[in-house]
C-alpha cells in the first residue's frame, strides 16, 4: 500500500490513554475459517490486531461436532432441500467460549438491519461472539443460544461468513486509535447524513474542476460547502434520513438553498 493509501484510511497510533483499554475480544464460529484468515489481516482490521487494539479468534464449529466425521447439520425435519445446522455443536461451541460479557451475534437476513449505531455499540462491548451459519440456516432452538440477530440486507449469501466480516470491520474501525478520530467524525450516517464529496490531485480531470472552495484556505467556508453538499447528497439518494432529522437552523437554510437550486435547475446533484 502506497503512503496516500494509507493516508486515506486514516492510519494513527494509538494514544497512551487509548492503549490502557483492554482489547475488543471477537470470537467467530465458522465451518470455513479460510474465508476469514486472509481480510482479518489485511489493511485496518491487521494494524488494529497489530496494536492490540483487538484480539480476533476464528473457530472452526467442526471441533464440536458430533460423532466421527465431526458432523454439524442433518436434514430437516418435514422435508425440504438443503441441509440445517444442528443445535448441539453450538451449544457446546458457546458453553467453552460464551462469558458473561459476551454478546452473541447470528447474521441472519431476518434480523436487525446493521447500520452504524449498532456498530457504534458492539465497538464499546468487551466481547463478541459471532456464530457464522451455513446451508439452510440454522435449527430454530440455536436462536434461543444468541444475543441478537442482525442483517447486512434483504438478499440471502451462501452464509454468515461475509455478513461476520463486514460486522468486524465496521467494529473495528471505530475503536478508539484504530484510525483518526476525524476519519469516524464525519463519515456517511456517523451524524445521520451522507458524507459530502471529496476531491484529491489533480485539480483538473478531463474537463471536471475540484470547487475552488476547498483550495481557498476559508475552512468556514469549507465546512458550510460540506454541510451543503452533504443534504444534497443525502437529499437525493437517501431522503428518508432528512424526514427523521430534526434540522438545525444552518441545515434547514443550506437544504432550502439545495431544494431551490435543484428546483431551478431540475438536476439531483
Same mark, same amino acid.
Given at each position: 500500500? #502506497?503512503?496516500?493509501?494509507?493516508? !486515506?484510511?486514516?492510519?494513527?497510533?494509538? #494514544?497512551?490513554?487509548?492503549?490502557? !483499554?483492554?482489547?475488543?475480544e471477537i470470537d467467530v464460529l465458522t465451518l470455513f475459517p479460510a474465508m476469514l484468515d486472509g481480510p482479518l489481516a489485511q489493511s485496518i482490521p491487521g494494524r488494529v490486531q497489530t496494536r492490540g487494539l483487538a484480539t480476533i479468534r476464528i473457530h472452526d464449529l467442526r471441533e464440536w461436532g458430533l460423532g466421527r466425521h465431526r458432523t454439524v447439520d442433518d436434514y430437516t425435519y418435514g422435508g425440504g432441500a438443503g441441509m440445517v445446522l444442528r443445535p448441539e455443536p453450538v451449544a457446546a461451541a458457546l458453553a467453552v467460549l460464551r462469558r458473561p460479557d459476551s454478546v452473541v451475534i447470528l447474521p441472519d437476513p431476518g434480523g436487525e438491519v446493521f447500520g452504524q449505531r449498532r456498530a457504534q455499540d458492539l465497538s464499546e462491548r468487551s466481547h463478541l461472539v459471532i456464530l457464522c451459519p451455513r446451508y439452510e440456516g440454522v435449527d430454530e432452538r440455536v436462536r434461543a443460544m444468541v444475543d441478537m440477530e442482525l442483517s447486512i440486507g434483504d438478499y440471502v449469501l451462501s452464509g454468515g461468513e461475509i455478513p461476520a466480516l463486514v460486522f468486524v470491520d465496521a467494529i473495528l474501525r471505530l475503536l478508539p486509535g484504530a484510525i483518526d478520530a476525524e476519519s469516524t467524525a464525519e463519515e456517511s450516517f456517523t451524524d445521520?447524513?451522507?458524507?459530502?464529496?471529496?476531491?484529491?490531485?489533480?485539480?483538473e480531470f478531463q474537463g471536471a474542476l475540484v470547487p475552488a472552495v476547498l483550495s481557498s484556505g476559508n475552512h468556514e467556508a469549507v465546512r458550510k460547502w460540506r454541510l451543503k453538499e452533504a443534504l444534497r447528497r443525502t437529499l437525493s439518494r437517501r431522503p428518508e434520513l432528512l424526514a427523521g432529522r430534526t434540522l438545525t437552523k444552518e441545515e434547514s437554510k443550506l437544504l432550502a438553498s439545495v431544494q431551490a437550486e435543484l428546483d431551478e435547475t431540475g438536476n439531483s446533484e
Open positions: 500500500m #502506497s503512503e496516500p493509501d494509507q493516508a !486515506r484510511e486514516g492510519d494513527a497510533e494509538p #494514544s497512551a490513554g487509548e492503549r490502557t !483499554r483492554p482489547p475488543l445521520g447524513l451522507l458524507e459530502y464529496p471529496q476531491y484529491t490531485r489533480p485539480p
